[in-house]
């Protein structure tokens, strides 16, 4: 396959829950869409997991000694070396810096997933910390070489959101429709409790989702059975999305779900079910995406009526939720990672002996019908220019290149400030197949990381729908129309921090 193989390494029972499956199943998705192919490595798994993973077609192989043991990063090594994996994914808290040293002294190329920094020194060559506190200062300890994705940017969500990432949720004057779902084991049955509290209240529609690893269900079935109101019990639910979308308010766990229900704008309680996501609930509740109730197990079922009552009464604030959800959370984290881990097309510093190649693209007709500026560049006022670009400090200039080491595209900022100005431009052979967002992720991310930029500016005539559908499936926000140079432009902007 074009993509090569991704091994990823990583574990779920009732205990643990299976939210680092859920997110490598995302990435294993994107991986899998663009064209290469994931087998998952497991030491432990569950029924319903394995036959989820099963059912998208990854290969699941049993790891049969103890998880994150020296003997388990050995055969994670032997079977990387047998499937010939271009990366190997590592996700767990059982898996520690010397996991990583072995699988890089074999020479494989790992990303390592992260929540808390605990496992320093780092080796690997991506860590990933999707979550809102992410911060450097969690990877202080860790390889020249390294890069850090950090934060809400990256959050990987699976195939069956990427619809719903346009989506505009209607917020209805009167909250009624409550999703429950408590994560894909809850093995404290948490479930049931708050499904008690809101089985008193009859005014209420109910949907819950037991996930596919829930001990419980037949207790949930048997109490949705004697109910009086409205109440629908699901299990393994696939289209989540759907339910979310259905919903007015949801009760949740605050693992990976979380996510999720901030990308689809729903309003969410949100339940600690261990302490991994205190973080997670503490951060989103502070940022107003959703109300934390704290650890569910000692949660009173005054608060969560209390906090239920806050958002049914004020369409405003789940209005106001709604939209910091999606402000947190674009739905493109996958997206990002792919195009770190594809290596085609990737992104370097622009040199003198890439002028020719921007002249032609700057000239082709196609390029030039879009632009601001009309006329042609004659070859040597270009000249002039690019060489005057390379040597401005305030000028940052990437070209795009594939696997064969062909130039195919190039990226321009011209910082001010804090700010930076983008354009984009792709060879004419080169357009219509998927590099101008890889490339636009990948420079985007550069700049972020090796500059003081915070703000990213774009914009794009309003004639010019190529680069339009290339801003807003970059995760770009349109904030309205500009003049430039005499005609009506888009400006686009990205953010660095999702959460400014």
Excluded at 86 to 95: I, N, P
Excluded at 172 to 193: I, K, Q, W
Excluded at 296 to 319: C, H, I, Y
Aim: aromatic residues 8%; neutral net charge; hydrophobic residues 40%.
């Amino acid at each position: 396959m074009q993509g090569g193989t991704i091994l990823f390494r990583c574990d779920a029972n009732v205990t643990m829950g299976t939210g680092h499956v859920m997110r490598c199943l995302a990435l294993a998705q994107a991986w899998q869409d663009a064209g290469g192919n994931a087998i998952f490595a497991m030491a432990e798994t569950t029924p319903a997991i394995e036959l989820r993973l099963q059912s998208d077609r990854f290969d699941v192989v049993r790891v049969l000694v103890s998880a994150g043991s020296p003997e388990d990063s050995a055969q994670t090594v032997d079977l990387a070396r047998r499937e010939g994996a271009t990366w190997v994914v590592v996700d767990g808290y059982q898996f520690d810096s010397g996991f990583q040293v072995v699988l890089k002294d074999a020479g494989l190329r790992v990303l390592f997933v992260d929540d808390n920094g605990n496992a320093a020194p780092y080796s690997a060559d991506i860590v990933l910390n999707q979550n809102v506190h992410a911060s450097e200062k969690l990877y202080r300890d860790r390889a020249t070489h390294l890069r850090l994705l950090l934060g809400p940017r990256y959050v990987m969500l699976r195939r069956e959101f990427a619809f719903w990432r346009t989506h505009k949720r209607e917020t209805a004057p009167a909250a009624r429709r409550v999703l429950v779902t408590m994560g894909g084991s809850d093995p404290d049955n948490v479930t049931e409790p708050i499904l008690r509290v809101l089985l008193g209240q009859p005014e209420l529609e109910l949907t819950v989702v037991a996930g596919g690893s829930n001990p419980h269900f037949s207790r949930l079935d048997r109490l949705v059975e004697g109910a009086n109101g409205p109440v629908r019990l699901f299990k393994d639910v696939l289209d989540m999305p759907a339910l979310m979308v259905w919903a007015d308010v949801a009760v949740a766990g605050a693992g990976t779900t979380s996510w999720e229900m901030c990308m689809m704008g729903l309003p969410a309680i949100l339940c600690v079910l261990a302490p991994n996501q205190e973080r997670i609930a503490s951060e989103l509740s502070r940022l107003g995406a959703a109300i934390e109730v704290g650890y569910a197990a000692g949660t009173p079922s005054d608060k969560v009526e209390a906090a239920l009552r806050e958002l049914f009464q004020s369409e405003t604030a789940r209005r106001l939720m709604s939209q910091r959800g999606r402000d947190i959370v674009d739905g493109r984290g996958v997206e990002r990672v792919v195009a770190f881990l594809w290596g085609d097309p990737a992104i370097r510093r622009t040199t003198e002996s890439d002028c020719r190649n921007f002249w032609e693209w700057a000239n082709d007709p196609e390029a030039r019908a879009v632009s601001f500026t009309k006329e042609s560049s004659p070859w040597e006022r270009y000249v002039d220019w690019f060489r005057s670009s390379l040597r401005d400090p305030r000028s940052i200039l990437y070209t795009a290149i594939n696997r064969e080491g062909r130039a195919i595209g190039m990226v321009r900022y011209q910082l001010e400030g804090s700010r930076a100005i983008l354009s984009i431009n792709l060879g004419a052979a080169f357009r219509g197949r998927g590099n101008g967002r890889k490339i636009l992720f990948l420079a985007t991310e550069e700049l972020f990381q090796r500059s003081d930029t915070s703000v990213i500016d774009a914009y794009v005539s309003v004639s010019n729908q190529r680069s339009i559908h290339l801003f807003e499936g970059g995760g770009f926000r349109n904030v309205g129309i500009e003049t430039v140079y005499g005609q009506q432009a888009i400006h686009f902007v990205l953010n660095k921090s999702v959460l400014q």
